[in-house]
């Protein structure tokens, strides 16, 4: 239980960062040789191996200026082998405060000695094609090719 509420309490300030364009903090939590799945058929999909595959995937997120909240959060075993699960919402918005992108996640992902191995992301994935082609007509900078 409180392991729990120590990772919430982290993920937290961690996705506050992200929020304000910060990625710095959220990649000092992935292991070198971290592998994050995100499933789906759009430009964020895919399998990411490695912090600099990581790392770009995140910049663009910031970029993008995707608003991610954790909700809830439990995480359960030894430091060696520790298991959080994340549910969660994000969200875009507009310049002109238009919400255009809204989902809710759940991110499953293996720790060993803090720091995060394996991560894959479940939600709505027609969601994040639709931001995609939203970006493509009005933010065609931050598009990328699904």
Not at 16 to 29: C, E, S, V
Not at 107 to 117: D, F, N, S
């Amino acid at each position: 239980m409180i392991l729990s509420w120590l990772a919430k309490q982290l993920l937290d300030r961690v996705m506050a960062r992200l929020r304000a364009g910060d990625i710095r903090l959220a990649l000092a939590l992935y292991a070198n040789d971290v592998q994050m799945t995100f499933p789906g058929d759009n430009s964020w999909s895919g399998v990411y191996r490695g912090k600099k595959e990581l790392k770009a995937w995140l910049e663009r997120f910031a970029r993008v200026g995707i608003q991610i909240y954790p909700d809830e959060v439990i995480a359960a075993g030894p430091p060696w082998n520790t298991k959080v699960c994340i549910r969660g919402h994000d969200y875009v918005t507009s310049p002109e405060g238009q919400t255009v992108y809204e989902n809710r996640y759940v991110i499953w992902a293996k720790l060993r000695w803090g720091r995060i191995q394996e991560e894959e992301t479940y939600e709505d994935t027609q969601k994040p094609k639709a931001l995609d082609a939203w970006l493509e007509q009005n933010q065609p900078h931050l598009a990328l090719a699904s």
